[in-house]
């Protein structure tokens, strides 16, 4: 699987983005057996888990950090997945990856998933 984010950009902190993934080259497995998620890293910080979603589009986790203000939602038949978010702050800036993953049920660690994509800049000014 090929994943290519997009949608990021510079945005004052309040403000909304919404970012997507497009999934390609899906082989072996239909797009709806992917468990997929957002990651984000950080200026000098470790990539860490954003949010996931199961494969009809339930359930999804969220990180506390981002409970409340984004929203992940996927479109199988598009084979998408979007990242809402909503009232972002300076520390929201990152670069945000997605991810799938074959096995079943959203994990958090990154080593739980198989497939990454090349990342999209989030940038919050204040």
């Known amino acids: 699987v090929q994943l290519q984010a997009s949608g990021g950009g510079l945005v004052q902190a309040g403000n909304s983005l919404r970012l997507s993934c497009a999934a390609s080259r899906v082989s072996g497995r239909t797009f709806d057996n992917y468990v997929m998620a957002w990651f984000r890293q950080g200026p000098g910080k470790e990539r860490e888990f954003v949010a996931g979603i199961g494969w009809r589009g339930s359930p999804t986790f969220y990180d506390d950090s981002v409970n409340g203000r984004f929203v992940i939602s996927r479109d199988n038949a598009k084979e998408m997945v979007y990242l809402q978010m909503a009232r972002l702050k300076v520390e929201d800036t990152a670069v945000y990856y997605c991810?799938?993953?074959?096995?079943?049920?959203?994990?958090?660690?990154?080593?739980?998933?198989?497939?990454w994509g090349q990342g999209t800049q989030v940038t919050v000014s204040s």
């Open positions: 991810a799938a993953r074959e096995g079943v049920g959203v994990r958090r660690p990154t080593g739980e998933y198989d497939f």
